[in-house]
């Protein structure tokens, strides 16, 4: 089974720095793609940012351009979001999420960045 | 980026009725690269459909999904107890940003 652990979570001042972590367990980790995916209070899901199985190629939200960092360990199955000049609108729970991928054609990858594992979360919140 | 608007924002019905959830993008979803998750208060999303249509593992058939292009819907043939939540679509396309609709909460009438 596919369990993933979130941790690193907690209450920070506005323009402080978090990292997140994701352990992975119950699968390949480096065959997937993996994505970060934030909750603010009482609001909907928002895509925040993904990576592919390398880690080679990287994907962010445009509110968390040059403020976030997604990165991974595949020696050690876990997934990263550093976090830097936090805002008190990044307040969330902050889930991360495998996502699907299959080959075609000549051994190429192609991955799908729908979520369909989730961790429980880990909660950010940013005093101002 | 493309803008996923699901409604209505809440449906009320009761448990064996008929639930039909709409989600509508501002262009066009590539290869119909659309999802539909399922939260529960309190927990994390659990997907529900891919690919537009596609049940993913353990989904019961209640549930279906359908659309093309611009407009989606998610239906659940007979409400259960448990299907009372918030859905959530998603658009996957070829390049990001990689966004969800707003949500639909299904609640008990």
């Known amino acids: 089974e596919v369990q993933l652990l979130e941790s690193g979570g907690g209450l920070v001042q506005s323009g402080g720095s978090l990292r997140l972590s994701c352990a992975a367990s119950g699968l390949t980790f480096s065959s997937y793609a993996m994505s970060w995916v934030r909750q603010a209070p009482g609001k909907g899901l928002e895509w925040v940012s993904s990576l592919t199985g390398s880690g080679g190629t990287t994907y962010y939200t445009d509110s968390v351009k040059g403020r976030f960092t997604i990165s991974r360990d595949n020696s050690k199955n876990t997934l990263y979001l550093q976090m830097n000049s936090l805002r008190a609108e990044d307040t969330a729970i902050y889930y991360c999420?495998?996502?699907?991928?299959?080959?075609?054609?000549?051994?190429?990858?192609?991955?799908?960045?729908?979520?369909?594992?989730w961790g429980k979360g880990t909660t950010v919140t940013v005093s101002s | 980026e493309i803008v996923l608007t699901q409604s209505p924002g809440t449906l009320s019905l009761s448990p064996g009725e008929r639930a039909t959830l709409s989600c509508r993008a501002s262009?066009?979803?590539?290869?119909?690269?659309l999802a539909w998750y399922q939260q529960k208060p309190g927990q994390a999303p659990r997907l529900l459909i891919y690919?537009?249509?596609n049940r993913a593992t353990g989904i019961p058939d209640r549930f279906s999904g359908s659309g093309s292009g611009t407009d989606f819907s998610l239906t659940i043939s007979r409400l259960e107890p448990e299907d009372f939540a918030v859905y959530y679509c998603?658009?996957?396309?070829?390049?990001?940003?990689?966004?969800f609709g707003g949500g639909t909460k299904v609640e008990i009438k």
């Open positions: 999420a495998k996502s699907p991928f299959e080959y075609y054609g000549s051994g190429r990858k192609l991955y799908y960045y729908y979520m369909d594992v």
């Open positions: 998603h658009q996957y396309g070829i390049s990001p940003p990689f966004t």
């Open positions: 690919g537009a249509s």
């Open positions: 262009q066009s979803v590539s290869s119909n690269y």
